[in-house]
């Protein structure tokens, strides 16, 4: 660790002074309106814009921090949201430290939850964390990004670093956290180690000297927590800034592989296409905004294009092809595009899978579970009776439907096929 900042200079009297404010450049200012694109609050605002300033007057980067928990082996595109802004602070010149909460996920975050996390065991934690970093240098540049363990210190500080930094903290404080708060009015157990969790987030700001830490809106206490310890360790205070979090394909919940509205980025190009061109045209536009390197005037003329006739697939179909090119290539978009036209036009994908089901002849809700296009029976009724299943391309419409021996291409939705022999 760096030494400890030096003192503010102090009146006569021993007072400190305020440090004389640093003229505002147009570059900071160009800077602070890429940094503020899409985010949800910046913490404190004016402060940062010194940052900047000192930063730009010394030609020392300033340090930005982003802690991830491996909490599952798979990144999404709700995560790139905060590693776009990553890599835009990056492309600015600043130092962007992707912190990997290797001691943190044992605890679990409990940040939005009503039940204790389960903790993972040291092995899941590792093996999620191999694959994080590789997944996150899709958006970072990896050589200029440095990679920490929040272990290195954490597991340092033994019983007596545990209690002294607890001592930094109270009970009352830790306790206004409105998920804290609601378990603690509905009598709902909490764990001691949980409340640990953000004083540790906080010591990880501590131990790496940032700047600046950014999270997700549902982190913002835990980012204040780092602040308000940077403090009482005598460090000059990091700025928060919090982004939104990016809504999955149904528009409602949040992005999350568990609810299955997630595009992993790591998905093939057609399915990242597809499911793309599967968001509503307001919604869209938020994923505009998160997710597009597009300058926002160009945005905005898209959609006054719109508004002037032009149809919103064309401009849907521009994002996805941005998607699938950022995480694939640029022939993956293109391949991309024409597959999905070609399903636009009833055709059947080049590759599916190729499903042999037995116990012919077999009820259409049972045939569709054991060729794992519906997670259930139920489901799988459920998407006959919505017009969502066709089989050899005619929509079918029976419930009760049973299906001979034979081959045939099953299709559920718009994006999942199966060629399936029935024996």
Known sequence: MNSQPTAAPTTHDGQKTAAPLLPISDAVRNALAIIKRGVDELLIESEFAQKLAASEKSGKPLRIKLGLDPTAPDLHLGHTVVLNKMRQLQDLGHTVIFLIGDFTSMIGDPSGRNITRPPLTREQIEQNAKTYFAQASLVLDPARTEIRYNSEWCDQLGARGMI????????????????????????????????????????????????????????????LVGRELQKDYGQPQQCILTMPLLEGLDGVEKMSKSKGNYIGITEPGNTMFAKVMSISDVMMWRYYELLSFRPMAEIEKFKQEIEGGRNPRDIKVLLAQEIVERFHSRQAAEDALADFDHRARGGIPDEIPEVAVSGAPLGIGQLLKQANLCPSSSEALRMVEQGGVRMDGVTISDKGLKVDAGSFVLQVGKRKFARVTLS
């Open 164 to 223: 002294e930094l607890s001592s930094r903290y109270t009970v009352a404080r830790i306790l206004e956290r409105e998920d804290f708060s609601k378990r603690f009015k509905a009598g709902t157990p909490i764990s001691v180690h949980e409340l640990l969790y953000p004083l540790m987030q906080g010591y990880d700001s501590v131990a790496l000297k940032s700047d600046l830490e950014i999270g997700g809106t549902d982190q913002k206490f835990n980012l």
